[in-house]
Every structure is written in C-alpha cells, then in structure tokens.
C-alpha cells in the first residue's frame, strides 16, 4: 500500500483544510479532533508521509521517532492533562489498519483526557 496523498490529514498539513491547531514543529503537528470522544481529545500527527506506526517504525530517521514521542508528551502538558503537569493524565493510542479501525491513512496519536477515560477496550 502507497501513502495516499490526498487523505484527510495531507490536506490539513498543506492548509487545503482547517484544523483547531494546539501546536506545530518541524516534525508534527497537533489539533483537535474534529468529533471528541472525551472532553479532551487531540491528534497528533507527523509532517512526514507515513500511513501508519510500522511504517513510520520501518522508515522514519531516529530523529523523527524522538520528536514525534517527545511531541506527544509536549502536547499533553500543553492540554493540562499531563501527569508531568500537575494534570490528571491521559490515555495516548494509535489505531494501525483494519482491525485496528484505523480510517485515516496517515499516522497519528490520538490523546484522550479532560476526565477518566474508562475501559481500555470495548
Ligand atoms: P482513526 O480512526 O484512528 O483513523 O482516527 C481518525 C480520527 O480523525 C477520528 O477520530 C476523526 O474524528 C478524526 N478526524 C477526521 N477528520 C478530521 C478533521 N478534518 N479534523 C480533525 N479530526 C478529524
């Protein structure tokens, strides 16, 4: 399977469509989640083109491996919901294909928190 360049989120990061963004770098980009399933729910997504996490993990440089785990961290403390923060924590997760329910072919971290999250499967 090849990146599809015209998924959702390629749009976002060329500005072809809008986001409520939290935070951007060289390496990712962060905003809300269009339909929250928490009282906070974020994405975290890179700039690089990568489909899912065992893409990402088979191709992208070190560099890019550190700042996408760091900018997690660093968007969490930024909502307030990081433990490392005085917040309350959170739960990160990454959807990865079919069974996974993946819909967005492009990787991202989705952050949920704001209130106690619950089961961790359902
Ligand atoms: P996933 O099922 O892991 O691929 O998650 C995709 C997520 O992207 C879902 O939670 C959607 O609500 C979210 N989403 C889809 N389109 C947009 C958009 N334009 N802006 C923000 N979030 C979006």
């Known amino acids: 399977m090849s990146y ?6 390629a ?3 060329r500005d072809e469509i809008p ?8 390496y990712i980009l962060s905003f809300y989640d269009i339909n929250p399933q928490k009282k906070v729910h974020a994405l975290v997504i890179t ?3 990568y489909i899912d996490l065992d893409d990402f993990s088979s ?3 070190e560099k890019e491996i550190s700042e996408l785990i760091k900018g997690i961290s ?11 923060d005085n917040g309350k924590g959170y739960r990160s997760l990454v959807n990865i294909g079919e ?12 952050l949920f928190g704001g209130e106690k ?6």
Request: positive net charge.
């Open 47 to 49: 700039k690089g083109e």
């Open 4 to 9: 599809d360049k015209n998924n959702i989120f």
């Open 117 to 122: 999250v619950g089961k961790m499967v359902s």
């Open 19 to 26: 986001c409520k963004r939290i935070y951007e770098n060289e």
């Open 59 to 61: 191709r992208a440089s």
């Open 11 to 13: 749009k976002i990061l």
């Open 74 to 84: 660093f968007v969490a403390k930024k909502l307030g919901i990081s433990l490392n």
């Open 99 to 110: 069974h996974g329910g993946q819909e967005v072919p492009h990787l991202h971290f989705h």
